[in-house]
């Protein structure tokens, strides 16, 4: 059931790293798969394990309903990822929980630039921390799993050519500005993951990058 | 809106560290409150000030409809914290979200001994990780916000002796195993919190847990 999980065998594991948690795993996917095919049947084969992945992370068949994926964006994402690109998250949740990547996955919260970047513009110190990374050279794939203002800041790094972007997984959380932040990138040309409404989280996030990472691994294998 | 930041603003904050992320809790709380102060009216204001919290980490307002919290899991949860005991996770993600915490924090998942009593045991290795802490003397809150099979090791350890607990927080989610194992925390005499149904994760447990702290900071301040 974990995200949490080192993994080999790709897809069908989500995680599951044992006996025990490899049969867990499947049995998961054979309910999720019964709640939600119909909803996902228009999607292609790579959107349809991702939805899955966020389903059976969160045990709710209403992020069927409600993930929006640009048709680029499995492409795009998972050309980053086979190169190896950056990830950036907003939050260290969403870092801890992606753990089998061969790349990069940063989180500058934490960073001291970020606090007092925070303080003196008196922004979030999960905008800040965006900042920070587009300033560090970021390149690649970012996922926003939990405050709406770390992806505005992406909107708006972008709008001024000062971030680069293979894709973005934009599933914050929230009734204040999470809804409008989602659909904010989703008038952009940005590649994207979305969730509507105010629903969304670490799990999403997570999930989405552990099924590209998957994704990525069965296309070698 | 982060459950991922340190705070010193009690129980109002919800995890925001600037002026701007104040506002937006505040504002949140206020929507959160309006959609489920129905809902809530029979609880204690410590009972009321968690399910506000859930409900604000995951914009999912039915988590007030399915959070069952024992009589005696806040004064007992609050004894512990005060006191510093340790808060055993099941998955590094839901460590990784506490961090205001004075007390320890500790998760096995990623312990070589959890790895071999999984592999020679066939269990998952979040129900090996448990054992592993069993054995390393733990006693305090347990915090299970992903693997049922964690739970159900917990439930065992307790049933013969092996483990300390104050508290369990048995929010594990998905549709194999974690309903079931909710209901068996539900029929001991261990002061719980659950989620009832499929429903859960480590938003829930995170969210739970800094509740916690924080009515603890407020109860000293």
Redesign the interface.
Known sequence: ?????DSGKATISMG??????YE?AE??RE??KSLINAKTKDLTPEEQSIVERIV?????PDYADITRISKNFVTESLRAIDQEKDILTD???V???I?SYSGRVDCY?RDERAVKI??KE??????AAIRVAAQEGFDGIVAVG????ALLEVLELHKTGEIKLNSVIGV???????AESKQALKQTEIPYIITE???????IA?ATVNSLINLNKGNKA
Chains 1, 2 share one sequence.
């Open positions: 059931m974990s995200e949490n999980n599951a790293s044992t006996k025990q948690g867990i049995k998961s309910i999720v059976h992370s969160t045990a709710d939050i260290n949740m870092k801890t929980g753990n919260i925070a303080k008196g922004i979030t110190r999960a905008a939990n405050a709406p203002t914050p959380v929230g009734f204040v500005g999470a409404g105010p629903k969304g989280g670490t799990p997570v």
